[in-house]
Nanobody, 126 residues
Framework: QVQLVENGGASVQAGGSLRLSCVAS????????MAWFRQAPGKEREEVAI????????YYADSLKDRFIISRDNAKDTVYLQMSSLKSGDGAIYYC???????????????????WGQGTQVTVST
């Protein structure tokens, strides 16, 4: 079992930057990937980015890859999401997710990862 706790959500002005963090605990050695998703009010949850914990390979939602960066610190069992040039449409609850199964990680956009955090709120004002 893996527990995930997100931090860093805040209210920011459009154009600003924010860094979210996700700390994993429990059986973290088994993890193969950690990812970020987001869900805005009235919208479906959507993928943001994923990082493979062992080799650092990353993938992004096409619409976000120019502004968001996912990174990891394995020594701290922590994954980060650096967000820049924030827009009002980026406002959402951001969730961290993780999984130990390579096929689930490969299909991460389906959001079937097994462990999820409670989410952290990001509000972008104009």
């Amino acid at each position: 079992q893996v527990q995930l706790v997100e931090n860093g959500g805040a209210s920011v002005q459009a154009g600003g930057s924010l860094r979210l963090s996700c700390v994993a605990s429990g059986n973290t050695a088994s993890l193969r990937c950690m990812a970020w998703f987001r869900q805005a009010p009235g919208k479906e949850r959507e993928e943001v980015a994923i990082i493979y914990t062992r080799n650092g390979v990353t993938y992004y939602a096409d619409s976000l890859k120019d502004r968001f960066i996912i990174s990891r610190d394995n020594a701290k069992d922590t994954v980060y999401l650096q967000m820049s040039s924030l827009k009002s449409g980026d406002g959402a609850i951001y969730y961290c997710a993780a999984d130990a199964r390579p096929p689930i990680c490969a299909d991460w956009r389906s959001a079937r990862l097994g462990s999820w955090g409670q989410g952290t709120q990001v509000t972008v004002s104009t």
